[in-house]
Nanobody, 124 residues
């Protein structure tokens, strides 16, 4: 069992940057694949980025590739999403996700744990 709490987010102008953090409680954090999803109004929750338990490999959605970076600190039980060059279409509620496996699946239905979500709004 793991509990996830996001922080960060907010309102930023297009081209700006934001940083999301997710703090995880529970044991054996390094055994969980971690990731980020987002959900805009009226849309399904979609995959943004994932990182393996060791942090050795990362995966990004094509829509954020080259702009967003996921990282983790297993000593602090945290995972971070650095978002640069933000666009209005990045506006959504961002969710921290965890899975009892090597990697968080890109299908939101197969994620084991969710955070409460953090609003990110990018103005044009």
């Amino acid at each position: 069992q793991v509990q996830l709490v996001e922080s960060g987010g907010g309102l930023v102008q297009a081209g700006g940057s934001l940083r999301l953090s997710c703090a995880a409680s529970g044991r054996a954090f390094s055994t969980y694949g971690m990731g980020w999803f987002r959900q805009a109004p009226g849309q399904e929750r979609q995959f943004v980025a994932a990182i393996t338990g060791s942090g050795g490999r990362t995966y990004d959605a094509n829509s954020v590739k080259g702009r967003f970076t996921i990282s983790r600190d297993n000593a602090k039980n945290t995972v971070t999403l650095q978002m640069n060059s933000l666009k209005p279409e990045d506006t959504a509620v961002y969710y921290c996700a965890a899975a009892n496996r090597y990697l968080v699946p890109s299908n939101a239905q197969h994620v084991d744990y969710w955070g409460q979500g953090a609003q990110v709004t990018v103005s044009s």
